[in-house]
């Protein structure tokens, strides 16, 4: 009888040593800090852990020539502009993060998670049992492509925020854009005409992702129809990246009109006090005969 009752426990200890196994061999790649923190993790649930964790696992996933700007960076770090990470990466990573220290996150909340900060405070409200707030949508160039009547290479928009009537983007200058080779000859300059552009395509899709319906109905029937107050203030080169924001002023359909404008590094570089889109009901498919 006593022989019986003492086989559970015989077992338990091997079975756990099973679960640390799993997780060495999940986390191999990363270093001995890094499994060191999630072991003891394991065994305590102290939170004070999470960030060593969570930053070990994000490094396993850097190009080596980035590791530096994770090491010294602060939690401002983004993990697309910053770091490289591209959305398959980041599912990759966050995966791990789940695995390793026990929690689940839903998609829809993956695209929030945009620097390491939010990461790091996102996981230990998680553990804490916290609600997590309510903070602006983010998007990524897939979930933007998605949407987009614009597609490349006309598309000026490579990571998008929506935060009520506000919109926040980006977009890298690559330098290999197909007209940067004769504007100008041997001195590549971003003309300001597609600077307003991409504020007008951020306008576009903080429309289409605010208004379900339009989503649905519009299609691609939705056009630039004017400007008024453009300002340029500075000359943008490969290399740059364009801060785009817009915000709605107004609308009254068929129009919307926003507000924009673009800075480089802190530094403005273009503003529009309106930006006018106009909004046509996608065409009927003719029935039938």
Same mark, same amino acid.
């Given at each position: 009888?006593?022989? !019986?009752t003492?086989?559970? =426990? !015989?077992?338990?200890?091997?079975?756990?040593q099973?679960?640390?196994?799993?997780?060495?061999?999940?986390?191999?790649?990363?270093?001995?800090?890094t499994?060191?923190?999630?072991l003891?993790?394991?065994?305590?649930?102290?939170?004070?852990?999470?960030?060593? /964790?969570? $930053? +070990? *696992?994000i490094?396993? %996933?850097?190009?080596?020539?980035?590791?530096? &700007?994770?090491?010294?960076?602060?939690?401002?770090v983004?993990?697309?502009?910053?770091? +490289?990470?591209?959305?398959? &990466?980041m %599912?990759e990573?966050?995966?791990?993060?789940?695995?390793?220290?026990?929690?689940?996150?839903? =998609?829809?909340?993956?695209?929030?998670?945009?620097?390491?900060?939010? $990461?790091?405070?996102?996981?230990?409200?998680?553990l804490? +049992?916290v609600? /997590?707030?309510?903070k602006?949508?983010?998007?990524?160039?897939? !979930?933007?492509a998605?949407v987009?009547p !614009?597609q490349?290479?006309?598309?000026? $928009?490579?990571?998008?925020?929506?935060?009520?009537?506000?919109?926040?983007?980006?977009?890298k200058?690559?330098?290999?854009?197909?007209?940067?080779?004769?504007?100008?000859? =041997?001195?590549?300059?971003?003309?300001?005409?597609?600077?307003?552009?991409?504020?007008?395509?951020?306008?576009?899709?903080? %429309?289409?992702?605010?208004?379900?319906?339009?989503?649905?109905?519009?299609?691609?029937?939705?056009f630039?129809?004017?400007?008024?107050?453009?300002r340029?203030?500075?000359?943008?080169?490969? +290399?740059?990246t364009?801060? $785009?924001?817009?915000?709605?002023?107004?609308?009254?359909?068929?129009?919307v009109?926003?507000?924009?404008? *673009?800075?480089?590094?802190?530094?403005?570089?273009?503003?529009?006090e309106?930006? &006018?889109?106009?909004?046509?009901?996608?065409?009927e498919?003719?029935?039938?005969?």
């Open positions: 009888m006593s022989e !019986q003492t086989k559970p =426990n !015989q077992h338990a200890r091997p079975a756990e099973s679960a640390d196994d799993l997780l060495k061999e999940s986390l191999k790649r990363c270093s001995p800090e499994i060191k923190a999630a003891a993790f394991r065994q305590s649930g102290d939170v004070s852990l999470v960030p060593t /964790v969570v $930053l +070990g *696992i490094e396993r %996933f850097l190009e080596p020539e980035v590791v530096d &700007t994770l090491k010294d960076g602060d939690d401002s983004k993990f697309m502009e910053d770091l +490289g990470m591209d959305s398959l &990466t %599912f990573a966050i995966m791990m993060v789940e695995e390793s220290l026990g929690v689940s996150i839903k =998609n829809e909340e993956l695209w929030d998670l945009r620097t390491v900060g939010d $990461l790091k405070a996102f996981i230990a409200a998680k804490s +049992g609600e /997590v707030d309510a602006a949508k983010s998007y990524p160039i897939e !979930q933007i998605a987009m !614009q490349e290479p006309f598309l000026f $928009l490579q990571a998008a925020e929506i935060d009520g009537p506000k919109a926040k983007g980006t977009y200058i690559s330098g290999k854009e197909a007209f940067l080779a004769g504007h100008f000859k =041997n001195n590549p300059v971003f003309p300001a005409s597609i600077m307003l552009e991409a504020l007008g395509q951020l306008g576009v899709f903080h %429309f289409l992702s605010t208004d379900e319906a339009a989503l649905e109905s519009v299609g691609d029937s939705i630039f129809t004017g400007a008024d107050g453009v340029c203030s500075r000359v943008c080169k490969p +290399g740059d364009l801060e $785009l924001s817009v915000e709605l002023k107004r609308r009254r359909d068929p129009m009109v926003y507000s924009g404008k *673009i800075t480089v590094g802190g530094e403005k570089a273009a503003t529009a309106e930006i &006018t889109l106009i909004v046509a009901p996608a065409e498919t003719p029935a039938k005969a």
